[in-house]
T-cell receptor, first 116, second 113 residues
Framework: GAVVSQHPSWVICKSGTSVKIECRSLDFQATTMFWYRQFPKQSLMLMATSNEGSKATYEQGVEKDKFLINHASLTLSTLTVTSAHPEDSSFYICSALPGQGTDTQYFGPGTRLTVL | AQKITQTQPGMFVQEKEAVTLDCTYDTSDPSYGLFWYKQPSSGEMIFLIY??????QNATEGRYSLNFQKARKSANLVISASQLGDSAMYFC??????????FGKGTKLSVKP
């Protein structure tokens, strides 16, 4: 149980285009989902916290107009990188919190974004 | 401010031996959770073990055990009987009040045959 999927697993796009990444909890409902970013050989950095049906909470320094997050249902959150630039190239990974009774987050397999 | 410190950038261990990965944390919250995740080269984050701040006993999950020393604010991961498949990055993390995690910088474990 507690499986989280991400799609796509990798994407290459041209500078200036937008890319949407989906995060799905497959066998549980996630009241909260999180989006992280990881640069090579570095740790995960939280970008935003997404609660179903409400606006995402962004960490300091993360542009909310550039990284659009939508959490439309208890099993799906999307991250859209708008007008992507080469510096946005990174590994994006989501996690989902099943809800009451546990603090454990379950992570998706990640999406590797390369912006040319 | 909350902080997680992993002081070992890399560790080597012989196959079948035990290894301890260090983690210290800093928080003023009385209630918190401590986690260890494994990240192989494929990138996925695999949950290994969880310790709640009020748990009296150290957490264990198969070959993984968490050496929780609350007074020292340490939460070291012990892997017994190392296997070649254990080679990966290991991250210690702590949950904040909002539920999100803060991560340490990670330790790269290499298991030698």
């Amino acid at each position: 149980g507690a499986v989280v999927s991400q799609h796509p697993s990798w994407v290459i796009c041209k500078s200036g285009t937008s890319v949407k990444i989906e995060c799905r909890s497959l066998d549980f409902q996630a009241t909260t989902m999180f989006w992280y970013r990881q640069f090579p050989k570095q740790s995960l950095m939280l970008m935003a916290t997404s609660n179903e049906g409400s606006k995402a909470t962004y960490e300091q320094g993360v542009e909310k107009d550039k990284f659009l997050i939508n959490h439309a249902s208890l099993t799906l959150s999307t991250l859209t990188v708008t007008s992507a630039h080469p510096e946005d190239s990174s590994f994006y990974i989501c996690s989902a919190l099943p809800g009451q009774g546990t603090d454990t987050q379950y992570f998706g397999p990640g999406t590797r974004l390369t912006v040319l | 401010a909350q902080k997680i410190t992993q002081t070992q950038p890399g560790m080597f261990v012989q196959e079948k031996e035990a290894v301890t990965l260090d983690c210290t944390y800093d928080t003023s919250d009385p209630s918190y959770g401590l986690f260890w995740y494994k990240q192989p080269s494929s990138g996925e984050m695999i949950f290994l073990i969880y310790q709640g701040s009020y748990d009296q006993q150290n957490a264990t999950e198969g070959r993984y055990s968490l050496n929780f020393q609350k007074a020292r604010k340490s939460a070291n991961l012990v892997i017994s009987a190392s296997q070649l498949g254990d080679s990966a990055m290991y991250f210690c993390a702590m949950s904040k009040a909002q539920g999100n995690l803060i991560f340490g910088k990670g330790t790269k474990l290499s298991v030698k045959p």
